[in-house]
């Protein structure tokens, strides 16, 4: 009887550790995942701030003016426009062809 009782204490005790070692695991994995969302998160709130830094700016109607012509070339009616292209521009340019 005794030796019974012995071996089911041994049985019960290796279910146990089993148990635990999955959990462990299961804590690792969710603890991995944890961090990943956090790195995620913490680039969705620079992105978040970057595009609130970028509303403000945009929300001024000089800035929004000088933006669209820069990237548009935007011009106003009877404006003269000029475009200055800088020395290493037209250097590299006529060094690719």
Known sequence: ???????ALVL????MIWLFYQLYIEYRGLDKESAEITGRWEGLKNENS???ADLEYFSEDENLEKEIRTKFN??????KQIIVVSPKEINST???Q
């Open 1 to 7: 009887m005794r030796k019974l009782l012995n071996v």
């Open 12 to 15: 019960i005790l290796i279910v």
């Open 50 to 52: 970057n595009l609130l």
């Open 74 to 79: 935007y011009k106003k009616a009877g404006e």
């Open 94 to 96: 006529t060094t690719q």
